[in-house]
Nanobody, 120 residues
């Protein structure tokens, strides 16, 4: 059974920083990419950042220059360093694992989400 566990959310003042972690455990044939999505109240879930197994990273325009995604392949862990946080970054942040099984069928796994609140 695959488990995706996020940690690191919380309350921070505008301009502050937080670091999110996501660790995946269990049997996965192949991980293509890991990423972070967020969903604010009343809004659709949106991509924040994604990193491939080869280390290529992409970011939403809203977070470029402020957020950094990184991965530890050996630990099946991905991190999201969030700096210069703004109130509009407030959301539930979800970790996504894009994978394929032995028949090369794509399978997505999601974490339970972690709340990030930016407020003074």
């Amino acid at each position: 059974q695959v488990q995706v566990v996020e940690t690191g959310g919380g309350l921070v003042q505008p301009g502050g920083s937080l670091r999110l972690s996501c660790t995946v455990s269990g049997s996965i044939f192949s991980i293509n990419a890991m990423g972070w999505y967020r969903q604010a109240p009343g809004k659709q879930r949106e991509l924040v950042a994604i990193i491939t197994g080869g280390g290529n990273a992409n970011y939403a325009d809203a977070v470029k220059g402020r957020f950094t995604i990184s991965g530890d392949h050996a630990k099946n862990t991905v991190y999201l360093q969030m700096n210069s946080l703004k109130t509009e970054d407030t959301a539930v942040y979800y970790c996504n694992v894009g994978s394929r099984d032995s028949d090369w069928v794509p399978i997505d796994y999601w974490g339970q989400g972690t709340q990030v609140t930016v407020s003074s």
